[in-house]
């Protein structure tokens, strides 16, 4: 079974930063494009970050656009997140997704992608 293993959620103050990493697990595969999504208590899961294969293409949702950069390292076959300047409408279950086949643009849609991780949760304080 093909997943995806989020780490790095947790508690932060506002203002302070965090840094979640996705990799997959079960049946190993080659991470193609790359995206985050978030979901907050009571509202629909929405776009947060994209990558695009090989990395040459980013892409994010306004609201965390100039705080948030998403990376690759391919080598480890890994994607992170580095989130700073956290504000508590940040607050949610962020998800790591990743796509089927590869493409040189970064993907802003949920369906675009095939493979979901379980979710890890962040919440920021005021």
């Known amino acids: 079974q093909v997943q995806l293993v989020e780490s790095g959620g947790g508690l932060v103050q506002a203002g302070g930063s965090l840094r979640l990493s996705c990799a997959p697990s079960?049946?190993?595969?080659?991470?193609?494009?790359a995206g985050w999504f978030r979901q907050a208590p009571g509202k629909e899961r929405e776009f947060v970050a994209a990558?695009?294969?090989?990395?040459?293409?980013?892409d994010y949702a306004d609201s965390v656009k100039d705080r948030f950069t998403i990376s690759r390292n391919d080598a480890k076959n890994t994607v992170d997140l580095q989130m700073s300047s956290l504000k508590p409408e940040d607050t949610a279950v962020y998800y790591c997704?990743?796509?089927?086949?590869?493409?040189?643009?970064?993907?802003?849609?949920?369906?675009?992608?095939?493979?979901w991780g379980q979710g890890t949760p962040v919440t920021v304080s005021s």
């Open positions: 079960g049946r190993t595969f080659s991470i193609y494009n």
């Open positions: 990558i695009s294969w090989r990395g040459g293409s980013t």
């Open positions: 997704t990743a796509a089927r086949y590869p493409s040189s643009r970064a993907l802003r849609g949920s369906s675009d992608y095939a493979y």
